[in-house]
């Protein structure tokens, strides 16, 4: 079974900051770990993945993840936070042979 | 390349009444899924269906059902419905599911209120 702790339901960064949003998982199987983003009134979108291999991923608008596998982490980052990244983020994991698992979101609030 | 399709957007239900979405997936899809979510449990899964077959099931009770063509389209039933159910249902699609960790690719929702 799989399982995703996101730290922080509510983050606030001011714009042009580091964005940092925090995801923990537990998996009994190799993971494959995906961010998602939802704007208001929108289903989820894919910022990134991480299957195997190179463990830094890089995604959309900036955004990127690294796979920690000693710290069983896949924390998100943006180096410099945009008025348009203010949404909600999933972090989700999946076994690769059953239901993608998702934490609890995190909501990003970009300070002008 | 069209996206997954949610209908209807929005709807409005009292209780005890039911309710069927509809969710057609991207065009080579045989895989849709059903989420739940609420601002108080998050996303929750409801199952899977695979070239007709529902393939995993989450914890929801059987007042929720679902079903898939073989054009790959899927419906979702909600009978005798709850104040709880108040929900944005999203429906995703992908080549196979999750297996080889493709990639689901969601719709907008179909939002449920029920009064």
């Known amino acids: 079974a799989q399982s995703v702790t996101q730290l922080g339901s509510h983050v606030s960064v001011s714009e042009g900051a580091l964005v940092l949003l925090r995801c923990n998982y537990s998996?009994?199987?190799?993971?494959?770990l995906f961010w998602y983003v939802q704007y208001p009134n929108q289903g989820l979108q894919l910022l990134l993945k991480?299957?195997?291999?190179?463990?830094l991923v890089k995604g959309i608008n900036g955004f990127e993840a690294e796979f920690k596998k000693s710290e069983t982490s896949f924390h998100l980052t943006k180096p410099s936070a945009h008025m348009s990244d203010a949404a909600e983020y999933f972090c989700?994991?999946?076994?690769?042979?059953?239901?993608?698992?998702f934490g609890t979101g995190t909501r990003l609030t970009i300070i002008p | 390349k069209a996206g997954v399709t949610q209908t209807p957007r929005y709807l409005i239900k009292t209780r005890g009444q039911q309710v069927t979405l509809s969710c057609s997936p991207i065009?080579?899809?045989?895989?849709v899924s059903w989420y739940q979510q609420t601002p108080g449990q998050g996303l929750q899964f409801l199952f899977e269906?695979?070239?007709?077959?529902?393939?995993n099931k989450g914890n929801f009770p059987g007042r929720f059902s679902g079903r898939q063509f073989s054009n790959s389209r899927s419906e979702m039933n909600v009978s005798t419905l709850e104040l709880g159910d108040s929900a944005l249902y999203l429906c995703?699609?992908?080549?196979?599911?999750?297996?080889?960790?493709?990639?689901?690719?969601f719709g907008a929702g179909s939002r449920l209120t029920v009064l």
């Open positions: 269906y695979f070239s007709e077959t529902q393939r």
């Open positions: 991480y299957t195997t291999g190179a463990t």
């Open positions: 989700a994991v999946t076994g690769g042979n059953e239901k993608l698992t």
């Open positions: 998996s009994s199987v190799p993971p494959y």
């Open positions: 995703a699609s992908s080549p196979t599911g999750v297996l080889g960790a493709n990639v689901l690719t």
């Open positions: 065009s080579g899809h045989r895989s």
